[in-house]
């Protein structure tokens, strides 16, 4: 276990970052007080110690209690000094950093790690590593020298602290071994030529070999921290992980203490990935020992090495927009491909851009971030998605089949990627959702995607009336969602899948005339679509059908049962409101208060109450007047609102808001308090509603109502 050391900018006495203490979780089942680290400091200098048990200080790289943002705080008891996020960066930038040993963990009985304290000598050989006299490799500096480009700072997060080269994202003792082994694969494979094997073949296992390196690379940077299975009280499973450097398959993370996968034996070890490599080509021999050779083909989506018409199917699962930076992330796996195979395999590693990584100029996604003179845009995205379809129709038979596979939370890509299809001549045929984006791995971007099949749009389609297929549209995607249920998928995937079945329909047709004459856009059909998926869900609150309620009113407690407290996309909350004819400016503000991540549903008070209120609007009122002051308030809420008091409505969206808050939760409270009093609010109300008709009467200022603005 390694951490990165700054100097104090009060006592200059250089000190560790760590962020936990915890090696390893104590477990009671098996008698385990677990393991933990302690800073001991003397004088200007400090050293680790391994104790049982849990910490007995605090980290000191951490949010301070009740704030957000992480700080440094120094671990001498004469200074302590608090160093802000942004100084501990600009210490990067200044190459202030210095990479410490802390502990040493191994494996006990073949499965527990147990740490200790490093040795002198161990401490002593870790820190002498010289890179500066290792040999080049295929031609190029040994330790990767490539610089991580200007804008990658969300991608490759290192490079936002002043690691500026791939190189840098591993420590010195890391990077000789990954060097050593590039160097003995390429010695195997020259050794195998000089022994009479095929270059072929011996480029092949030099291959194979290789792909071992991207497995270790997965837990060998500076993102690599370790993985304290468990909790504090020991009822948990106690074993200790080092954690993939991907956090979603798309950010190479970064941590001031990470852990190095030794040499030797164990996870993440030589030893490890190749075993684990050379049993799955065992299964699959084994399984097919007579298969039939393939021939494979590395080229554009944009220019595919085909002739016209000679291609039975076009599978593709295409970029999602600015979802994962596929070539900006693996630039980190193909620097050191690149000095193990570059000699081997010249075409694929020799055609780099001018920086040294992989040529990013035809890459169809939108990369994130701000870089100066980034081409990958929006526009670009979507023109060379168009192009890559088109050279799809070119290559495809009359009767062959496209297959695309797509997933993605915002409505806008959806209808894209309709426009696309429908300028390249293709029309969808079938659709189907389903899960090849799980969960269960933690590092999934979207957990549902739907798979389009496409032929190519014939001539003869015909024309149809916007009821027509409004009609057809609703009764498929009902059809399907009632399946979709049946098969456990929740609320928000149906939303996502619905638009397959609205393009198959959709798709039936040359036009789809509307009653003035025009065309039907596939945006109705998009809004359709969820509109059906809604309808057949068959929401009912308290026995009442979501559709007798205002429309407000449905669009709120439909958000709150797809999404609760969370943030959504705006092209997500756009749709939602359409699905219910309304505008997403009417209702920010009323139902929704906007950040930089999306929307958000309100439940807090509203600023005012009327009879033009929606009835969930008038509901969180009842129960911010509760706390201000109980039945009385609430009556006056009710009264002012124009509302019986007896609706069954206003009590069924009481309920609802109810189910879907934690019982802890103030609002929650409040309307707890308010069901129990409901007879006495309904009494009240009768009587607030004539001192309101009198006051008007009279011309005399109605009952305040105060509420807290949002």
Not at 232 to 254: C, H, I, L, M, Y
Not at 451 to 463: D, E, L, Q, S
Not at 606 to 635: C, H, I, N
Request: net charge neutral; charged share 25%; proline share 5%.
């Amino acid at each position: 276990m390694w951490a990165v050391t700054i100097p104090c900018d009060h006592c200059k006495r250089r000190f560790p970052l760590v962020g936990s203490l915890v090696l390893r979780h104590p477990y009671t089942r098996t008698a385990d007080d677990g393991q933990s680290l302690r800073l001991v400091t003397d004088k200007d200098t400090w050293r680790t110690e391994v104790i049982d048990g849990p910490p007995t200080q605090e980290p000191t790289f951490a949010a301070a209690s009740g704030k957000k943002g992480k700080s440094a705080r120094c671990p001498f008891p004469t200074c302590g000094h608090v160093h802000t996020l942004e100084s501990v960066k600009s210490m990067g930038h200044a190459g202030q950093y210095r990479d410490a040993l802390l502990a040493v963990g191994e494996e006990f009985q073949g499965s527990r790690k147990v740490f200790r304290v490093p040795t002198e000598q161990e401490v002593n050989v870790a820190t002498s590593v010289d890179l500066s006299s290792l040999p080049s490799l295929a031609g190029l500096c040994a330790v990767p020298d490539e610089l991580i480009p200007a804008g990658n700072q969300d991608t490759v997060r290192a490079s936002g602290y002043g690691y500026r080269t791939y190189g840098d994202l591993m420590n010195a003792r890391q990077t000789t071994k990954f060097v050593a082994t590039a160097r003995a694969i390429q010695e195997i494979a020259a050794e195998c030529v000089a022994a009479g094997v095929s270059t072929g073949y011996a480029t092949a296992l030099a291959g194979y070999a290789a792909a071992n390196l991207p497995r270790q690379l997965r837990r060998a940077t500076r993102g690599a921290k370790l993985l304290s299975h468990g909790n504090p009280n020991g009822t948990a499973q106690n074993r200790v992980q080092v954690a993939d450097v991907f956090s979603d398959e798309s950010k190479v993370s970064f941590n001031f203490d990470y852990v190095e996968a030794g040499p030797g034996n164990g996870p993440g070890t030589w030893s490890s990935v190749s075993e684990s490599g050379i049993n799955a080509l065992k299964k699959v021999l084994g399984e097919s020992p007579a298969g039939r050779p393939g021939r494979f083909r590395r080229a554009s989506a944009v220019a595919l090495p085909f002739r016209d018409g000679s291609v039975d199917a076009v599978i593709t699962d295409p970029p999602y927009y600015n979802m994962i930076d596929y070539a900006d992330a693996s630039d980190l796996f193909y620097v050191w491909l690149r000095r193990t195979l570059r000699e081997l395999m010249p075409d694929l590693f020799d055609q780099t851009g001018r920086d040294g990584l992989q040529d990013k100029t035809d890459e169809i996604i939108v990369k994130r971030g701000n870089a100066p003179g980034e081409h990958r845009t929006r526009d670009f995205y979507e023109q060379m998605l168009s192009r890559a379809f088109g050279e799809a129709r070119r290559v495809l038979r009359a009767d062959g089949h496209l297959v695309v596979v797509f997933g993605h939370t915002d409505p806008d890509a959806w209808r894209r990627l309709v426009g696309a299809l429908h300028d390249a001549g293709f029309v969808v045929t079938s659709s189907w959702p389903s899960r090849t984006e799980t969960a269960s791995t933690g590092v999934a971007s979207i957990k549902v995607t739907v798979t389009i099949g496409c032929r190519v749009a014939t001539a003869n389609r015909p024309v149809a009336t916007a009821t027509q297929v409004d009609r057809e549209v609703a009764e498929r995607v009902k059809t399907a969602a009632r399946e979709w249920d049946r098969d456990g998928l929740a609320l928000t995937d149906q939303l996502m899948a619905a638009i397959g079945p609205a393009m198959e329909v959709y798709g039936r047709y040359a036009k789809i005339l509307k009653p003035d004459g025009t065309q039907a856009e596939f945006d109705r059909y998009l809004t359709l679509a969820r509109t059906a998926v809604r309808d057949a869900t068959a929401l009912k609150l308290d026995e009442l059908p979501l559709e007798t309620f205002d429309a407000p009113t449905r669009f709120a407690v439909f958000w709150q049962r797809l999404f609760a407290r969370s943030d959504v996309p705006k092209g997500e909350a756009r749709f939602l409101a359409q699905a219910d004819n309304l505008r997403l400016e009417d209702l920010r503000g009323a139902l929704l208060t906007e950040s930089k991540s999306g929307y958000k549903l309100r439940i807090d008070a509203p600023s005012t109450v009327s009879d033009k209120s929606s009835t969930f609007e008038v509901v969180r009122a009842m129960a911010a007047a509760w706390d201000q002051g109980a039945t009385e308030s609430v009556a006056a809420v009710v009264a002012q609102s124009d509302r019986q008091p007896t609706d069954a409505h206003l009590w069924a969206v009481v309920g609802e808001i109810l189910s879907q808050l934690p019982p802890s939760d103030t609002v929650a409270k409040a309307l707890t308090a308010v069901q129990r009093n409901a007879g006495t609010i309904t009494n009240l109300t009768h009587r607030v509603a004539t001192e309101l008709a009198e006051s008007e009467r009279d011309n005399q200022p109605t009952l305040p109502f105060a509420t807290k603005e949002s």
